[in-house]
């Protein structure tokens, strides 16, 4: 047999770590993810919302010219182009008549897939909770937590809440859950556009050239764009989001008082996620802006999680979170970092009472 060469003994060498790498690595160090595989996640749950879809099939892959954000998480670790997790839903519960009252059971949950972790990890998770539902249980792979062991945020965070942990497993996955009831009114709202006062002409003004000027479409993991109005407005397209935050950064260098909503729409037995902007015209009473149509929405028949964006979770994350804007999927961090929406699967079902 033919003696090898010193420089093939280094290619094999070099080819069985790769192998050997590949199969040691943890999950959260081997994958590597795409703008495509992002979109194509969120149609296939029926995440986007019709009108959001239509033009996500024509516009493509946004820009990404603009410079990632220095304390985003995918700045830190280099993950450029992250798919965002798909909660899957279940439209299996009959939808009921529109009525001004209706009462839900959501059960929302977080699962961290076995060998993600080759060693056993202390796991903490921070799952949506809105404010005002009446929690029914949480805890891990359906074994309830006591109180003690479960942090609701409170009225003083922008982001609603609910924290555990645990320790991660090599052979099977972990499933963090919540369990809640929440109520909604389905009725119209008033929104900017029926409003009369002189007070709002201005927010008017604003709202009615976003719509007229700003197409409605996805955009990529917010923690990846550094400033987000800037990007809407110089590519004249952005999501729901998006156009809320030119809207609010619009208003507030007028001296309006705008702010950022976000939460869950049930829908059709369907359920889809919400960002919207709202407007005082003297800081108490804050009225709804309809950026893609003239209709507002009405915050009422969401489930409303977050009162604001760019706010601190409680408690306080100690790795800087996948989506730094806002939080409507959850975060989980390990001891070592971050754990990234694409390594965590999170699943929705809701219940008409």
Known sequence: MAKMKKSEVILWTMVL??????????????????????????VAAGLLRPDT??????TGSPSSSGRVHPRSAAAEYGLEEMAQP??????????????????LRVRYSITVPKGTFRLRENLRCWLPYPQGARLIEA???????????????GTSSPHSSLYMQTRSSR???????????YDVTLNE??????RSEESLASAKEIASWIRDSISL???????????????????????????????????????????YRSGLEPSGGKVYLREWAEVSPDGKEWIPVGLS??????????????????????????YPRSDNVDFLRGEVEWEGGNLYFPLWNSEITIEYL
Request: aromatic residues 8%; hydrophobic residues 30%.
């Open 17 to 42: 770590i790769a192998l050997a790498a590949n199969i040691w690595l943890p999950r959260h160090l081997r994958q590597k993810y795409s703008w495509d595989r992002d979109l194509s996640q969120r």
């Open 53 to 58: 879809l239509a033009v996500a099939k024509d």
């Open 86 to 103: 798909v909660p899957e839903v279940d439209g299996s519960q009959p939808v009921p008549e529109r009525s001004r009252r209706t009462g």
């Open 139 to 153: 805890g891990v792979n359906d074994v309830p937590f006591p109180e003690e062991n479960i942090t609701l945020s």
């Open 171 to 181: 052979y099977k996955d972990i499933t963090f859950y919540e369990v809640y009831e």
């Open 189 to 194: 709202v008033k929104g900017l556009e029926e």
């Open 217 to 259: 479409a996805p955009m990529k993991e917010y923690s990846t764009i550094e400033d987000i109005p800037g990007q809407v407005l110089s590519e004249r397209r952005g999501d729901e989001g998006g156009k809320a935050l030119l809207f609010i950064k619009m208003c507030q260098d007028k001296g309006i008082s705008a702010r």
């Open 293 to 318: 149509g003239k209709n507002a929405p009405n915050p009422e028949s969401f489930i409303l999680i977050n009162n604001d964006s760019n706010g601190e979770l409680s408690p306080e994350k100690t």
